[in-house]
């Protein structure tokens, strides 16, 4: 190989603030000209061996293609995992995510994906990738699909490809969750909670609290005197602050909870924050005849709930955290209550219209008032 010039690198390969790159003479029609070839940052030894497969015609002063090397897929996932843990409160899941796409596309050419090869991917984890016995929700695979595609768009933004070749993919239609409890069957449910977990469901239940937020709550956020808890906005998903009111029932059921010295968690395993708490409630709810019914499913009973008692839909966001509209309508259900309800809404419209009309609102408004939330 040549001797090394000025910057202690090989002939021809040079380095500045953009990564190495091949510089060299070309001749094209009888005329010299200078050519560059970036190739990026890569380490030393890979833009050596770049150098050496392309020597020759270096030498001839032949004109070869971009040699920069094709970034895998592997190398924008990581990328995209680091930046999900320092900005993203969902890293942990953005981590399983990840996961399961770099088993399949691996050290792939980015460039190299295409529409087709995001369907085997799709099969590949109904089947082979599937370490669950039970089929994967519609839901699951976009989670997957949302991840590859801010994946890919961030490689695209940061100029590590020069264009989006997944663009198009189209999402699976998800059936939103709707199963809400009665007053019977929530009661049955939290007949069958063991004692750490009762306060929890309740609080759940009342206040549309995440899972991650009923968790983590500290007795520093709560705030007895002016009866609500203070998520800031590093404790919420939305990272905006909010306050969540509690009522009488919810401090005095606060206010039972023993406290652990030295521990700031309202809910605890000996002194220490609970990590998951799945499996109690899952035998809760199995015995209560509840399959299927899951902790986060307490948020869509108490925005519901929120609802049916007339409770404004901007004063219900306000206290759920949800941001838009569309959000807050998945979480609102709509059942057969609801519907019975406007029957007997438009009937007494129709009776109201032959008596003074006071008469209906009073009634109306009696009805509301009954209502728990």
């Given amino acids: 190989?040549?001797?090394?010039?000025?910057?202690?690198?090989?002939?021809?390969?040079?380095?500045?603030?953009?990564?190495?790159?091949?510089?060299?003479?070309?001749?094209?029609?009888?005329?010299?000209?200078?050519?560059?070839?970036?190739?990026?940052?890569?380490?030393?030894?890979?833009?050596?061996?770049?150098?050496?497969?392309?020597?020759?015609?270096?030498?001839?002063?032949?004109?070869?293609?971009?040699?920069?090397?094709?970034?895998?897929?592997?190398?924008?996932?990581?990328?995209?995992?680091?930046?999900?843990?320092?900005?993203?409160?969902?890293?942990k899941q953005d981590k399983m995510y990840v996961h399961n796409l770099k088993t399949y596309f691996g050290e792939r050419p980015l460039e190299s994906l295409n529409l087709d090869l995001v369907e085997s991917y799709l099969n590949w984890r109904r089947g082979e990738g599937n370490k669950h016995s039970s089929e994967l929700m519609a839901a699951t695979l976009n989670r997957d699909l949302a991840c590859l595609k801010t994946i890919v768009n961030?490689?695209?933004?940061?100029?590590?490809?020069?264009?989006?070749?997944i663009e198009g993919i189209k999402l699976f239609k998800e059936i939103p969750r709707d199963k809400t409890l009665t007053p019977e069957e929530y009661k049955k449910l939290v007949e069958h909670c063991p004692s750490h977990l009762k306060p929890m469901v309740e609080l759940a239940y009342f206040t549309a609290m995440r899972r991650g937020e009923v968790m983590g709550l500290k007795w520093e956020q709560v705030d007895f005197q002016n009866g609500v808890i203070v998520l800031e906005?590093?404790?919420?998903?939305?990272?905006?602050?909010?306050?969540?009111?509690?009522?009488?029932?919810?401090?005095?059921?606060?206010?039972?909870?023993p406290?652990?010295?030295?521990?700031?968690?309202?809910?605890?395993?000996?002194?220490?924050?609970?990590?998951?708490?799945?499996?109690?409630?899952?035998?809760?709810?199995?015995?209560?005849?509840?399959?299927?019914?899951?902790?986060?499913d307490l948020r869509h009973c108490a925005v519901t709930n929120m609802r049916k008692a007339g409770v404004p839909e901007g004063v219900i966001m306000s206290i759920s955290g949800h941001k838009t509209n569309a959000v807050f309508r998945r979480?609102?259900?709509?059942?057969?209550?609801d519907r019975q309800e406007a029957l007997e809404r438009v009937r007494g419209f129709n009776d109201a219209s032959k008596t003074p009309r006071k008469g209906f609102k009073d009634t109306y408004k009696t009805k509301l008032d009954s209502q728990a939330i």
């Fill in 1 to 91: 190989m040549s001797k090394p010039n000025v910057h202690g690198l090989p002939q021809h390969l040079r380095k500045d603030e953009k990564g190495y790159y091949l510089d060299f003479l070309v001749r094209e029609e009888g005329v010299r000209k200078r050519k560059r070839v970036r190739l990026g940052q890569i380490p030393l030894e890979k833009a050596k061996k770049v150098l050496a497969q392309h020597m020759q015609a270096i030498v001839e002063e032949r004109f070869f293609g971009d040699t920069k090397p094709k970034i895998t897929f592997n190398e924008v996932a990581d990328a995209f995992l680091a930046f999900s843990e320092s900005r993203k409160k969902s890293f």
């Fill in 154 to 165: 961030r490689a695209r933004l940061n100029r590590k490809i020069d264009r989006n070749p």
């Fill in 233 to 257: 906005a590093e404790d919420t998903k939305t990272q905006e602050k909010r306050e969540i009111p509690i009522d009488e029932n919810l401090k005095i059921m606060l206010k039972r909870i």
């Fill in 259 to 296: 406290k652990v010295l030295g521990c700031p968690y309202v809910f605890n395993h000996r002194g220490k924050k609970l990590k998951q708490g799945r499996t109690a409630f899952k035998n809760a709810r199995d015995k209560a005849g509840l399959k299927g019914f899951h902790f986060h």
């Fill in 331 to 337: 979480y609102d259900r709509i059942d057969r209550m």
